[in-house]
């Protein structure tokens, strides 16, 4: 079983549309998840940042974290064609700042 | 506001050539790491730095790869006599504390020919 399992995707959503994205994990050590957004040929960059389980929201952007259940959600509210781009989650446990990647979900916000 | 910057941005290389892809972490950030990301795959820790020293490092960071802080504000790492498969892009990050917040710079793509 894969560390942390994401779906390719792509998915692609009419704008104004709620997104949802999500990752499940398998090892119970994680305690920091994070979203990342990654436009073609750049750098990740950091969108959410959550510690343990709960939700935290930014915005359009609300991270959530069910540890019982080893998933986390990204939702994106009111998709925006800008909102086009490679999602990928990470996460890692508390003794080590290595992030572990999922593979990413491609987003297509169609106008 | 401030971001990670990494040189060059493309580099293309014969095989058993060495390499060193460079970049400059945020000013007040403390802890480094590399990243890669081959075509189409995930992106994948090779190793972190703190205090002049390794913290940690992956099992594709082997005896071909360093890191280095050779001055105040540069982190490089140095791939000694390069392969095929380390065709990737290549990613900085730092982080201002032992936390998770990590920022990535754009990424050099490494070509090897």
């Known amino acids: 079983q894969k560390e942390v399992e994401q779906d390719p995707g792509p998915l692609s959503v009419p704008e104004g549309a709620i997104v949802s994205l999500n990752c499940t994990y398998s090892?119970?050590?994680?305690?920091?998840f994070m979203w990342y957004r990654q436009y073609s040929r750049k750098g990740p960059e950091l969108l959410m940042y959550?510690?343990?389980?709960g939700n935290k929201e930014d915005g359009r952007f609300t991270a959530q974290v069910d540890k019982s259940s080893k998933y986390i959600s990204l939702f994106i509210r009111d998709s925006q064609p800008s909102d086009s781009a490679t999602y990928l989650c990470?996460?890692?446990?508390?003794?080590?700042?290595?992030?572990?990647f999922g593979t990413g979900t491609r987003l297509q916000v169609f106008p | 506001e401030p971001e990670v910057t990494q040189t060059p941005s493309h580099q293309v290389t014969q095989m058993g050539q060495e390499v060193i892809l460079r970049c400059v972490p945020i000013?007040?950030?403390?802890?480094f790491y590399w990243y890669r990301q081959i075509l189409g795959q995930k992106v994948e820790f090779l190793v972190s730095?703190?205090?002049?020293?390794?913290?940690?490092k992956s099992e594709i960071f082997d005896d071909q790869f360093s890191v280095e802080r050779p001055d105040g504000s540069n982190f490089t790492l140095k791939i000694r006599s390069t392969k095929l498969e380390d065709s990737a892009m290549y990613f900085c990050?730092?982080?201002?504390?032992?936390?998770?917040?990590?920022?990535f710079g754009p990424g050099t793509r490494l070509l090897v020919l």
């Open positions: 990470a996460m890692s446990p508390g003794h080590t700042d290595k992030l572990i």
């Open positions: 959550t510690y343990s389980s």
């Open positions: 090892n119970s050590a994680f305690q920091y």
């Open positions: 000013s007040n950030h403390l802890y």
């Open positions: 990050t730092s982080s201002p504390s032992a936390g998770k917040t990590q920022y």
């Open positions: 730095f703190y205090n002049n020293e390794i913290s940690e």
